[in-house]
């Protein structure tokens, strides 16, 4: 998720139970072109040396430069395999034909995968949605493009480019898309939950699910789906352990990009990992004016010391 996923979050949501993690998405252009001390795309490249299971995602809509790209982070050891991105659906994206607007453009799409194809050896994913519009909904057509162009595997969002993320996902044509291909499908959409996974799995027979907004405030939400699928009751994390992880993710967020910037990029993920908890809305208000460290300690553990009370 760009804008969220960098590696303090990443790393969370692999101590939580995530076996497969992506980076935001990075725009191939500017992944070619930006110079090498580039502050930007070295966030953006930026990795911890304990992530396992790393996958590149990279948005853009010429193949050649898509193709160089994936060239390029292919010869970086840290990256397991690359994902394409054709589900954004920001306009400053669909704009100029990148993202899910390539789900309009079979031809291209396909033209851009063959030649990423020819340009890596790792494991190369496609992140889709399933259309444009509820007048085009052409998933089926588009996955088995897709495999016939070298994808190793797809992962569908149940949702059109118009619905953005509003709306329920559609399972059913994750399923149709299962059915359709022989590469895996991973099913994306509306995990929010870890016992709506078994539905979602019985529903669309996919080979692995993708989490998104559910992991937001919530990476525990990896290991209760896995206790939910070996039949167990998924266990609840206590107040002590929320602190512990947000106390993680802040130092962290501090050693990343600095005191200054970490307690900025932070208040999303408190307001995230407060959310629920008695009292979070005037925690929040404290946290988003706040511009130390030490204060910021101070107000985080006042508040789950209450809750723990
Ligand atoms: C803030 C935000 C940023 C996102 N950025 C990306 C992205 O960079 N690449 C991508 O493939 N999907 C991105 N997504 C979409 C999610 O990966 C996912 O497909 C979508 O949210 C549906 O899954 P969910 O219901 O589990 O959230 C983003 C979603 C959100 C809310």
Same mark, same amino acid.
């Given at each position: ?23 935001? &998405?990075?725009? =191939?252009? !500017? ?7 580039? @502050?930007?795309? #070295?966030?953006?490249? +930026? ?97 088995? &493009?897709?495999? =016939?162009? !070298? ?7 149940? @949702?059109?480019? #118009?619905?953005?993320? +509003? ?143």
């Amino acid at each position: 998720m760009a804008g969220i996923t960098d590696w303090p979050f990443r790393l969370r949501c692999q101590e939580c139970g995530a076996d497969e993690l992506v980076t935001e &998405m990075v725009s =191939a252009m !500017g992944l070619l072109q930006a110079p090498s001390d580039s @502050r930007a795309y #070295q966030h953006l490249l +930026a990795f911890h040396e304990r992530e396992r299971n790393l996958t590149i995602q990279l948005f853009g809509h010429q193949p050649d430069i898509m193709a160089g790209a994936a060239a390029r982070v292919s010869l970086l050891p840290q990256y397991k395999g690359i994902d394409l991105n054709f589900g954004c659906p920001a306009p400053k994206v669909t704009g100029s034909g990148s993202g899910s607007a390539l789900m309009k453009n079979l031809a291209r799409s396909e033209q851009i995968i063959r030649a990423v194809r020819k340009a890596t050896a790792k494991p190369l994913s496609v992140k889709m949605r399933i259309g444009w519009d509820s007048n085009h909904i052409n998933a089926v057509d588009f996955a088995k &493009m897709c495999e =016939a162009a !070298g994808a190793d595997s797809l992962c569908v969002h149940g @949702r059109t480019r #118009q619905q953005q993320y +509003a709306g329920r996902a559609d399972w059913g044509v994750i399923a149709q898309v299962k059915q359709a291909v022989s590469i895996p499908v991973i099913a994306n959409g509306d995990v929010f939950t870890p016992q709506n996974v078994q539905v979602l799995l019985n529903q669309t027979g996919a080979d692995g699910i993708a989490v998104g907004r559910g992991a937001l405030g919530n990476p525990w939400l990896f290991g209760q789906i896995k206790q939910v699928l070996r039949g167990e009751e998924p266990s609840t994390p206590s107040a002590e352990e929320i602190l512990k992880t947000a106390l993680s993710h802040l130092q962290d967020m501090v050693s990343f990009k600095g005191e200054h910037w970490a307690l900025i990029e932070m208040r999303k993920h408190f307001a995230w990992y407060l959310k629920g908890t008695h009292g979070a809305a005037a925690t929040r208000a404290q946290i988003n004016t706040i511009d130390s460290l030490d204060k910021l300690l101070a107000i985080l553990e006042q508040h789950f010391d209450k809750l723990e009370a």
